[in-house]
């Protein structure tokens, strides 16, 4: 069973250009989570989704940054517009479905590294 | 002030040490995750928790509800242990993807 993939793992955009992240969580996983690590920094919390929903985006910033979860294929976080405080690693978890209301363990991916110049 | 706290920040331990990370929180919470992040940046959850102790081989995390603080312990330390060790708690009014990170400790074991 492969883990949580993503790809590429790293990315170089000029400012202004469009990046998209893929995360392709676990099989049988239904959940996936983003996070972000900017340099010398904690990981924060950007957004929460499932299949064709997103359960919560209270950690994306409000504009330029997107993330979707299709019914088929992988997720994407979609950066519109980069500038250099995008620069960071971009983590993607997955975990199963929630049984009984008991939260699961997440599984990260590689993380993706962009870098703006 | 963070909302979760983790000390040390830095971490440096003779190979064969029992060492103690420690992780207090400020929010209620529904669970707690330790996490461990490898010099070349992968993340590999060690333990959830919501209540008392968990053990894994060498390492040992122990959560206290109450004093809402939790401890991760690794006995007989390795330089392969070598990492950044986070806290990461499931605050009771967020969804379950909404971790709140600690800021990390860098552990770092000598031969």
């Known amino acids: 069973n492969a883990g949580v993939m993503q790809n590429p793992r790293h990315l170089v955009r000029r400012r202004g250009q469009e990046a998209r992240l893929r995360c392709s969580p676990m099989k049988g996983h239904s959940h996936v989570y983003w996070y972000r690590q900017l340099p010398e920094e904690g990981l924060k919390f950007m957004v929460y989704?499932?299949?064709?929903?997103?359960?919560?985006e209270s950690g994306m910033p409000k504009e330029r940054f997107s993330a979707e979860f299709p019914k088929e294929g992988p997720s994407i976080l979609r950066i519109q517009q980069v500038v250099r405080g995008d620069s960071a690693a971009y983590f993607c978890?997955?975990?199963?479905?929630?049984?009984?209301?008991?939260?699961?363990?997440?599984?990260f991916g590689p993380g993706t590294r962009l870098t703006v110049l | 002030k963070n909302e979760v706290e983790q000390s040390p920040q830095n971490l440096t331990a003779q190979e064969g040490e029992f060492i103690t990370i420690n992780c207090s929180y400020s929010v209620g919470i529904s669970a707690l995750h330790w996490l461990q992040q490898h010099p070349g940046g992968g993340i590999v959850s060690l333990f959830m928790l919501s209540s008392g102790k968990k053990k894994h081989g060498r390492l040992i995390a122990t959560i206290n509800i109450q004093e809402k603080h939790s401890s991760l312990h690794i006995t007989a330390s390795h330089p392969r242990d070598s990492a950044v060790y986070i806290c990461a708690v499931i605050g009771r009014r967020g969804s379950q993807g909404n971790l709140i990170f600690g800021k990390g400790t860098k552990l770092s074991v000598k031969p």
């Open positions: 978890a997955s975990s199963q479905s929630l049984s009984g209301g008991i939260t699961d363990t997440q599984y």
């Open positions: 989704l499932q299949k064709e929903n997103i359960i919560d």
